[in-house]
């Protein structure tokens, strides 16, 4: 069964960084397509951050929403089947429950308990 476990949320001021992790089970994360997306208070999921480096596409690219280019990076580590995701210069509205998923799966419901960021002073 694909199960995540996200982790590395917490509160911090704006302008601050965090740095949230998401261990893959059920599937080898070399294989896939991993995004991060995010739900605000109130709000639907919304798309974070893509990574496409997949076997055998291994040349794929990395790609953010508008609202997060610049400053945060999606990266994985396919031995210990992770994903992570740098946070810098957070704002209030980066506030959210994070979520680590499939990129086939982006929308569907969470596998995952989530990890909660909050921003605010």
């Known amino acids: 069964e694909v199960q995540f476990l996200e982790s590395g949320g917490g509160f911090v001021q704006p302008g601050g960084s965090l740095r949230l992790s998401c261990v893959a089970s059920g599937f080898t994360l070399s294989s896939y397509a991993v995004s991060w997306v995010r739900q605000a208070p109130g709000k639907g999921l919304e798309w974070v951050a893509t990574?496409?480096?997949?076997?055998?596409?291994?040349?794929?690219?990395?790609t953010y929403a508008d609202s997060v280019r610049g400053r945060f990076t999606i990266s994985r580590d396919n031995a210990k089947n992770t994903l992570h995701l740098q946070m810098n210069d957070l704002k209030s509205e980066d506030t959210a429950v994070y979520y680590c998923?499939?990129?086939?799966?982006?929308?569907?419901?969470?596998r995952g308990p989530g990890t909660q960021v909050t921003v605010g002073s």
């Open positions: 990574d496409a480096n997949f076997i055998p596409i291994s040349s794929g690219d990395e």
């Open positions: 998923a499939r990129s086939q799966e982006l929308f569907h419901p969470p």
